[in-house]
Protein backbone atom coordinates (compact mmCIF):
# COMPACT_ATOMS: atom_id res chain seq x y z
CA UNK A 1 0.00 0.00 0.00
CA UNK A 2 1.15 3.86 -0.97
CA UNK A 3 2.58 5.07 -4.03
CA UNK A 4 3.42 2.01 -5.67
CA UNK A 5 -0.37 0.26 -5.42
CA UNK A 6 -2.25 0.76 -8.58
CA UNK A 7 -5.57 2.94 -7.97
CA UNK A 8 -9.22 3.45 -9.99
CA UNK A 9 -10.67 6.44 -10.01
CA UNK A 10 -14.12 5.63 -11.15
CA UNK A 11 -16.98 8.14 -12.18
CA UNK A 12 -19.37 8.87 -14.86
CA UNK A 13 -17.35 11.64 -15.37
CA UNK A 14 -20.09 14.22 -13.05
CA UNK A 15 -17.41 16.84 -11.99
CA UNK A 16 -18.78 16.63 -7.98
CA UNK A 17 -18.55 12.42 -8.57
CA UNK A 18 -14.66 12.40 -10.26
CA UNK A 19 -13.50 15.29 -7.77
CA UNK A 20 -14.58 12.84 -4.51
CA UNK A 21 -13.02 9.75 -5.89
CA UNK A 22 -10.00 11.42 -6.85
CA UNK A 23 -9.84 13.75 -3.74
CA UNK A 24 -9.54 10.38 -1.23
CA UNK A 25 -6.48 8.48 -3.47
CA UNK A 26 -5.06 11.86 -2.70
CA UNK A 27 -5.71 11.63 0.71
CA UNK A 28 -4.52 8.19 0.98
CA UNK A 29 -1.25 8.80 -0.87
CA UNK A 30 -1.54 7.02 -3.84
CA UNK A 31 -1.63 8.17 -8.04
CA UNK A 32 -5.10 7.33 -9.80
CA UNK A 33 -5.87 6.50 -13.32
CA UNK A 34 -9.04 8.71 -13.56
CA UNK A 35 -12.01 6.24 -15.33
CA UNK A 36 -15.09 7.68 -16.52
CA UNK A 37 -17.39 5.02 -17.61
CA UNK A 38 -20.34 5.10 -19.62
CA UNK A 39 -23.05 1.95 -19.20
CA UNK A 40 -25.31 0.62 -21.79
CA UNK A 41 -28.61 0.04 -21.70
CA UNK A 42 -30.65 -1.02 -19.51
CA UNK A 43 -27.38 -1.18 -17.30
CA UNK A 44 -27.11 2.63 -17.27
CA UNK A 45 -30.98 2.85 -16.13
CA UNK A 46 -30.44 0.21 -13.57
CA UNK A 47 -26.66 0.33 -12.13
CA UNK A 48 -25.88 -1.01 -9.78
CA UNK A 49 -28.69 -3.35 -9.42
CA UNK A 50 -28.52 -5.36 -12.37
CA UNK A 51 -24.96 -6.43 -12.52
CA UNK A 52 -25.47 -9.19 -14.94
CA UNK A 53 -23.46 -8.94 -17.72
CA UNK A 54 -21.90 -6.06 -16.50
CA UNK A 55 -18.60 -6.33 -18.47
CA UNK A 56 -20.42 -6.23 -21.95
CA UNK A 57 -22.29 -2.95 -20.56
CA UNK A 58 -19.21 -0.79 -19.56
CA UNK A 59 -16.80 1.02 -21.58
CA UNK A 60 -14.70 3.79 -20.61
CA UNK A 61 -16.07 7.46 -22.24
CA UNK A 62 -13.21 6.83 -25.66
CA UNK A 63 -14.87 3.28 -26.12
CA UNK A 64 -12.63 1.06 -24.32
CA UNK A 65 -13.36 -1.90 -22.74
CA UNK A 66 -12.43 -2.44 -19.21
CA UNK A 67 -9.29 -5.30 -18.64
CA UNK A 68 -6.88 -6.47 -16.52
CA UNK A 69 -4.42 -5.78 -15.08
CA UNK A 70 -7.28 -4.71 -12.15
CA UNK A 71 -6.15 -2.13 -9.78
CA UNK A 72 -5.15 -2.59 -6.20
CA UNK A 73 -7.79 0.00 -5.32
CA UNK A 74 -10.79 1.19 -6.63
CA UNK A 75 -12.63 4.30 -5.54
CA UNK A 76 -16.14 4.73 -7.38
CA UNK A 77 -17.98 7.73 -6.68
CA UNK A 78 -22.21 7.86 -7.91
CA UNK A 79 -24.54 5.68 -8.98
CA UNK A 80 -23.12 4.63 -12.67
CA UNK A 81 -19.70 4.44 -10.57
CA UNK A 82 -21.06 1.54 -8.36
CA UNK A 83 -21.69 -1.18 -10.69
CA UNK A 84 -18.24 -0.98 -11.87
CA UNK A 85 -17.16 -1.37 -8.44
CA UNK A 86 -19.10 -3.83 -7.08
CA UNK A 87 -17.97 -6.09 -10.57
CA UNK A 88 -14.26 -5.33 -9.14
CA UNK A 89 -14.29 -7.51 -6.71
CA UNK A 90 -15.71 -10.49 -8.91
CA UNK A 91 -13.14 -9.59 -12.07
CA UNK A 92 -10.07 -9.10 -9.85
CA UNK A 93 -10.89 -12.21 -7.78
CA UNK A 94 -10.91 -10.65 -4.70
CA UNK A 95 -7.71 -8.63 -5.14
CA UNK A 96 -9.41 -5.09 -6.04
CA UNK A 97 -9.96 -3.97 -2.76
CA UNK A 98 -12.99 -1.54 -3.41
CA UNK A 99 -14.48 1.68 -1.89
CA UNK A 100 -17.59 3.28 -2.87
CA UNK A 101 -18.60 6.88 -2.47
CA UNK A 102 -22.23 7.60 -2.14
CA UNK A 103 -25.31 5.62 -1.12
CA UNK A 104 -24.68 3.07 -3.71
CA UNK A 105 -28.29 2.06 -3.45
CA UNK A 106 -28.03 -1.88 -3.13
CA UNK A 107 -26.48 -3.48 0.42
CA UNK A 108 -23.25 -2.03 0.86
CA UNK A 109 -21.81 -5.53 1.46
CA UNK A 110 -21.20 -5.33 -2.14
CA UNK A 111 -18.22 -3.57 -1.93
CA UNK A 112 -15.34 -4.01 0.36
CA UNK A 113 -15.97 -0.18 1.89
CA UNK A 114 -18.47 2.25 1.50
CA UNK A 115 -18.62 6.18 2.25
CA UNK A 116 -21.30 8.03 2.71
CA UNK A 117 -23.61 10.82 4.30
CA UNK A 118 -24.92 10.67 7.05
CA UNK A 119 -28.50 11.64 6.27
CA UNK A 120 -28.25 9.31 4.21
CA UNK A 121 -28.62 6.48 6.78
CA UNK A 122 -26.35 3.85 4.53
CA UNK A 123 -26.84 0.87 7.25
CA UNK A 124 -23.69 -1.89 7.11
CA UNK A 125 -20.78 -2.70 9.11
CA UNK A 126 -18.80 -1.73 6.53
CA UNK A 127 -19.91 1.76 6.36
CA UNK A 128 -18.12 5.18 6.94
CA UNK A 129 -20.28 8.14 7.90
CA UNK A 130 -19.51 11.54 6.40
CA UNK A 131 -20.91 14.96 6.92
CA UNK A 132 -20.25 15.87 3.57
CA UNK A 133 -18.85 15.84 0.26
CA UNK A 134 -14.98 14.48 0.20
CA UNK A 135 -12.50 16.67 -1.10
CA UNK A 136 -8.67 17.82 -1.72
CA UNK A 137 -8.88 21.05 0.05
CA UNK A 138 -6.66 21.22 2.88
CA UNK A 139 -3.51 23.32 4.01
CA UNK A 140 -1.26 22.26 1.26
CA UNK A 141 -3.77 22.79 -1.35
CA UNK A 142 -5.06 26.04 -0.20
CA UNK A 143 -1.02 27.31 -0.62
CA UNK A 144 -1.29 25.63 -3.55
CA UNK A 145 -4.18 27.97 -5.02
CA UNK A 146 -3.05 30.65 -2.90
CA UNK A 147 0.28 31.00 -4.83
CA UNK A 148 -0.70 30.15 -8.28
CA UNK A 149 -3.58 32.81 -7.82
CA UNK A 150 -0.94 35.69 -6.26
CA UNK A 151 -2.43 38.45 -7.99
CA UNK A 152 -5.74 38.02 -5.64
CA UNK A 153 -4.20 38.95 -2.46
CA UNK A 154 -3.81 42.79 -4.20
CA UNK A 155 -7.35 43.26 -4.22
CA UNK A 156 -9.42 44.72 -1.11
CA UNK A 157 -10.24 43.27 2.29
CA UNK A 158 -12.55 41.56 3.11
CA UNK A 159 -12.62 39.44 0.18
CA UNK A 160 -15.69 37.65 -0.08
CA UNK A 161 -15.43 34.33 -2.37
CA UNK A 162 -19.29 34.09 -3.87
CA UNK A 163 -19.76 30.57 -5.15
CA UNK A 164 -22.72 30.12 -7.42
CA UNK A 165 -24.25 27.03 -8.13
CA UNK A 166 -27.57 26.08 -10.17
CA UNK A 167 -30.82 24.79 -9.28
CA UNK A 168 -31.79 21.05 -8.34
CA UNK A 169 -34.39 19.56 -6.90
CA UNK A 170 -33.99 20.35 -3.42
CA UNK A 171 -33.65 23.99 -4.38
CA UNK A 172 -34.47 26.70 -7.57
CA UNK A 173 -32.19 29.26 -7.80
CA UNK A 174 -34.08 31.77 -10.14
CA UNK A 175 -33.69 35.23 -11.49
CA UNK A 176 -35.82 36.17 -8.23
CA UNK A 177 -33.42 33.93 -5.97
CA UNK A 178 -29.98 35.95 -7.32
CA UNK A 179 -31.70 39.49 -6.87
CA UNK A 180 -32.17 38.35 -3.73
CA UNK A 181 -28.89 37.62 -2.74
CA UNK A 182 -26.82 39.76 -5.32
CA UNK A 183 -29.59 42.64 -2.41
CA UNK A 184 -28.07 41.16 0.51
CA UNK A 185 -24.00 41.12 -1.08
CA UNK A 186 -24.44 44.65 -1.88
CA UNK A 187 -25.56 45.47 1.73
CA UNK A 188 -22.66 43.38 2.96
CA UNK A 189 -20.42 45.49 0.88
CA UNK A 190 -21.93 48.88 1.78
CA UNK A 191 -21.14 48.15 6.03
CA UNK A 192 -17.34 46.18 5.21
CA UNK A 193 -16.29 47.48 1.99
CA UNK A 194 -13.80 45.26 0.05
CA UNK A 195 -14.13 43.05 -2.67
CA UNK A 196 -15.67 39.72 -4.37
CA UNK A 197 -14.31 37.02 -5.87
CA UNK A 198 -17.59 35.73 -7.64
CA UNK A 199 -17.33 31.72 -9.42
CA UNK A 200 -20.17 30.20 -11.30
CA UNK A 201 -20.12 26.50 -12.16
CA UNK A 202 -21.15 23.85 -14.61
CA UNK A 203 -24.34 23.85 -13.78
CA UNK A 204 -24.80 27.64 -13.51
CA UNK A 205 -27.62 28.27 -16.61
CA UNK A 206 -25.62 30.57 -19.32
CA UNK A 207 -27.77 33.35 -18.92
CA UNK A 208 -27.93 33.64 -15.23
CA UNK A 209 -24.14 33.56 -15.49
CA UNK A 210 -24.41 36.48 -18.09
CA UNK A 211 -26.45 39.00 -15.63
CA UNK A 212 -24.64 38.06 -12.62
CA UNK A 213 -21.53 39.14 -14.75
CA UNK A 214 -23.02 42.27 -15.35
CA UNK A 215 -24.12 42.96 -11.88
CA UNK A 216 -20.44 41.92 -10.57
CA UNK A 217 -18.98 44.25 -13.00
CA UNK A 218 -20.13 47.49 -10.90
CA UNK A 219 -18.61 46.08 -7.72
CA UNK A 220 -14.45 46.13 -7.25
CA UNK A 221 -13.14 42.31 -7.58
CA UNK A 222 -13.04 39.34 -10.24
CA UNK A 223 -15.72 37.03 -11.99
CA UNK A 224 -14.64 34.18 -13.80
CA UNK A 225 -17.90 32.56 -15.43
CA UNK A 226 -15.91 30.20 -17.74
CA UNK A 227 -12.51 29.47 -20.04
CA UNK A 228 -12.77 32.30 -21.57
CA UNK A 229 -11.97 34.40 -18.54
CA UNK A 230 -9.39 32.14 -18.45
CA UNK A 231 -7.82 29.43 -15.91
CA UNK A 232 -10.40 28.51 -13.36
CA UNK A 233 -9.48 30.48 -9.84
CA UNK A 234 -11.50 28.66 -7.62
CA UNK A 235 -8.53 27.03 -5.66
CA UNK A 236 -7.36 31.19 -5.75
CA UNK A 237 -10.40 32.36 -4.53
CA UNK A 238 -10.64 29.51 -1.57
CA UNK A 239 -7.27 30.76 -0.39
CA UNK A 240 -7.25 34.69 -0.67
CA UNK A 241 -11.52 34.69 0.51
CA UNK A 242 -11.26 36.40 4.35
CA UNK A 243 -14.89 34.78 4.18
CA UNK A 244 -17.38 33.03 1.58
CA UNK A 245 -20.98 32.80 0.63
CA UNK A 246 -21.99 29.76 -1.30
CA UNK A 247 -25.61 29.42 -2.85
CA UNK A 248 -27.54 26.38 -1.02
CA UNK A 249 -27.50 24.29 -3.72
CA UNK A 250 -24.05 22.49 -3.57
CA UNK A 251 -23.40 19.93 -1.18
CA UNK A 252 -19.70 19.42 -2.65
CA UNK A 253 -19.12 23.53 -2.93
CA UNK A 254 -20.45 23.79 0.86
CA UNK A 255 -17.85 21.05 1.68
CA UNK A 256 -14.98 23.03 0.11
CA UNK A 257 -16.01 26.30 1.73
CA UNK A 258 -16.02 24.64 5.22
CA UNK A 259 -13.00 22.87 4.86
CA UNK A 260 -11.26 25.93 4.49
CA UNK A 261 -11.58 27.23 8.33
CA UNK A 262 -13.11 30.27 7.52
CA UNK A 263 -16.59 31.50 8.18
CA UNK A 264 -19.07 30.14 5.92
CA UNK A 265 -22.57 31.81 4.74
CA UNK A 266 -25.18 30.60 2.31
CA UNK A 267 -28.87 32.28 2.09
CA UNK A 268 -31.99 30.62 0.74
CA UNK A 269 -34.79 32.20 -0.71
CA UNK A 270 -37.42 29.44 0.48
CA UNK A 271 -37.68 26.21 2.89
CA UNK A 272 -34.74 23.52 1.93
CA UNK A 273 -35.97 20.23 1.21
CA UNK A 274 -35.46 16.62 1.68
CA UNK A 275 -31.47 15.06 2.40
CA UNK A 276 -30.07 18.41 1.31
CA UNK A 277 -31.64 20.16 4.38
CA UNK A 278 -30.64 17.31 6.70
CA UNK A 279 -27.34 18.67 5.32
CA UNK A 280 -27.72 21.89 6.17
CA UNK A 281 -28.80 21.59 9.66
CA UNK A 282 -25.64 19.49 10.18
CA UNK A 283 -23.40 22.52 9.01
CA UNK A 284 -25.32 24.77 11.35
CA UNK A 285 -25.41 22.47 14.23
CA UNK A 286 -21.32 22.24 13.72
CA UNK A 287 -21.06 25.87 13.13
CA UNK A 288 -19.46 25.36 9.81
CA UNK A 289 -22.32 27.38 7.92
CA UNK A 290 -24.28 30.38 8.96
CA UNK A 291 -27.39 32.06 7.89
CA UNK A 292 -26.39 35.26 5.58
CA UNK A 293 -27.67 38.62 7.16
CA UNK A 294 -27.99 36.49 10.62
CA UNK A 295 -25.87 37.44 13.40
CA UNK A 296 -24.00 34.72 14.96
CA UNK A 297 -21.61 34.96 17.75
CA UNK A 298 -20.96 31.48 17.93
CA UNK A 299 -17.01 30.27 17.73
CA UNK A 300 -15.72 29.57 14.62
CA UNK A 301 -15.25 25.91 14.49
CA UNK A 302 -12.16 23.95 13.53
CA UNK A 303 -11.77 23.12 9.18
CA UNK A 304 -14.51 20.51 8.30
CA UNK A 305 -11.57 18.54 7.44
CA UNK A 306 -13.26 15.11 6.89
CA UNK A 307 -11.21 13.69 3.95
CA UNK A 308 -8.26 13.06 6.22
CA UNK A 309 -9.99 11.77 8.55
CA UNK A 310 -12.20 9.25 6.39
CA UNK A 311 -8.86 8.21 4.30
CA UNK A 312 -6.97 7.37 8.05
CA UNK A 313 -10.05 4.77 8.55
CA UNK A 314 -9.85 3.58 4.78
CA UNK A 315 -6.27 2.97 5.10
CA UNK A 316 -6.66 1.15 8.47
CA UNK A 317 -9.37 -1.34 6.62
CA UNK A 318 -7.42 -1.81 3.44
CA UNK A 319 -4.38 -2.40 5.20
CA UNK A 320 -6.54 -5.02 7.80
CA UNK A 321 -7.39 -6.78 4.47
CA UNK A 322 -4.68 -7.13 2.31
CA UNK A 323 -2.79 -8.34 5.50
CA UNK A 324 -5.84 -11.15 5.87
CA UNK A 325 -5.36 -11.95 1.72
CA UNK A 326 -1.79 -12.41 2.27
CA UNK A 327 -0.42 -16.21 2.33
Request: net charge positive; hydrophobic share 45%.
Amino acid sequence: MGATSSCWAISDGAAGNARQALALARALGVVAEPVEIVLREPWDTFAPRFAFGAAHAVRTRDGRALHAPWPDLAIGCGRRAALVTRALRAWSGGRTYTVQILDPRIASDAFDLVIAPQHDRVGGNNVIGSIGALNPVDPSWLAEGRARFADLAALRSPRTAVLIGGSNRAQTLDAAYFDGLLERLVALHEVDGGSFLASVSRRTPAAVAARLRARFASMPGRFWGGDADGDNPYAGFLAHADRLVVTPDSVNMLSEACATGKPVYTWAARPIRGKLAAFHDELVASGHLRRLGVTDTRPRPPPLAETAAIAELVRTRWHAARATASP
